[in-house]
């Protein structure tokens, strides 16, 4: 499963420095920034259990082998945990992960096997300093920081197991990923959300000018950029169908401050900021059309092989028929007055204009209709 250092690491390059204005007055990411960004802003809760499970398997280490103290083991565990996974998620040594995931398959694993084993070796080292300087190992400092084979299986083993449950969380996303743990929606539950389809303009004759494999880089991009403004919005991403993705909140956490309409303008700022790049590397600026609604749906577990969180109701096929309407009116952004009469107001410089009552396929009531915009200047 390599996809996690695919594309949208390319937005975290030296050339390609990342940052993302959320709305007007709010402050862009600077600087050290790139490093948030690159973890991804993902939940603290989920990164300290991950630390914690690491300093867990140093402790077990050294009481399963009577390798020192259980706090000692600790250390060595933590430390190597901390080094994997800013390995890991992109922060240290990215062009080596670059040239990793370039290789054959038959390269790949040897190389990233070594690739693990150098950055275990670097934690371990990093842990045997911490311990002996603290006095929590009594070896000579020369011991205390060299990695034996048992040390170095031990830890392979469990950085093995910590990065595939990371990578799974990568390919579900946060939210369902969870969700699919705790068994939250084993039973269909009944509740209110808010969804945002959010789909690319001329993909289609992107794909007819410059190839297939040229369009799905395109639009790999593009999605890549959609990440950190749907989770800096507290959102998750349900769904790729085609060019649109599927965005969706529970009604409370998406309404709070408008998170879901700030979400959109959020993501075609970090588009329009990033301009010259997206003209230099596929020769055009991405046009997007998107749409809002939210209410009552089922949400439910499904499948068998292959599980998935899925929601049904008459809100999700409405938003994408509200969608399909954008290509027909004047506006690229809309939204349902019956949601944005339930938020607490628009984001500064957003203005909803009234675009009438309008019958939508499959759906008996017409549906009154806004279109989001941007007040000028």
């Not at 389809?197 to 494999?213: I, N, P, Q, R």
Request: hydrophobic share 50%; net charge positive.
């Amino acid at each position: 499963m390599r996809a996690p250092f695919g594309p949208p690491f390319e937005r975290f390059s030296p050339t390609h420095p990342h940052g993302t204005p959320l709305l007007p007055r709010t402050e862009v990411l600077e600087g050290a920034a790139w490093a948030r960004a690159a973890m991804g802003f993902e939940r603290l809760w989920f990164w300290l259990l991950i630390l914690l499970v690491s300093g867990a398997a140093g402790v077990a280490y050294a009481h399963l082998f009577g390798a020192g103290p259980p706090l000692g083991g600790g250390v060595y565990g933590l430390a190597i945990g901390v080094c994997v996974l800013a390995f890991e998620r992109g922060l240290v040594l990215r062009r080596v992960q670059r040239r990793i995931q370039r290789l054959p398959s038959p390269l790949f694993v040897p190389a990233a096997a070594l690739a693990y084993a150098v950055v275990i070796a670097v934690g371990n080292a990093v842990g045997g300093v911490i311990a002996w300087s603290t006095g929590l190992v009594n070896d000579p400092l020369e011991r205390a920081v060299s990695l034996n084979t048992r040390v170095l299986v031990y830890s392979l083993a469990i950085s093995a197991a910590v990065v595939f449950v990371i990578r799974m969380r990568d390919l579900l996303g946060g939210e369902v990923f969870a969700n699919l743990m705790l068994g939250r929606y084993h039973r269909p539950v009944k509740e209110e959300r808010i969804f945002l389809f959010v789909d690319v303009v001329g993909s289609t004759a992107y794909a007819e000018a410059h190839g297939d494999l040229a369009a799905q880089k395109y639009l790999g991009a593009i999605f890549a950029a959609l990440a950190e403004p749907v989770r800096s919005h507290r959102g998750a991403v349900d769904d790729y169908v085609g060019d649109m993705a599927i965005i969706t909140w529970p009604h409370a956490r998406g309404a709070k401050e408008a998170r879901c309409v700030a979400c959109l303008f959020a993501i075609t700022d970090s588009i329009e900021k990033d301009a010259e790049w997206w003209r230099r590397r596929f020769g055009q600026v991405p046009q997007l059309r998107a749409a809002l609604h939210g209410g009552p749906v089922i949400t439910a577990e499904v499948g068998v092989d292959r599980h998935k969180i899925a929601y049904f109701g008459d809100v999700v096929n409405t938003t994408g028929r509200l969608e399909a309407m954008s290509r027909t009116l004047d506006a690229s952004f809309l939204a349902s007055m019956h949601l944005i009469k339930r938020l607490p107001g628009l984001p500064p410089g957003v203005v909803a204009r009234p675009l009438g009552s309008h019958a939508l396929r499959g759906r008996d009531e017409p549906l009154v209709i806004a279109a989001l915009e941007r007040v000028p200047g």
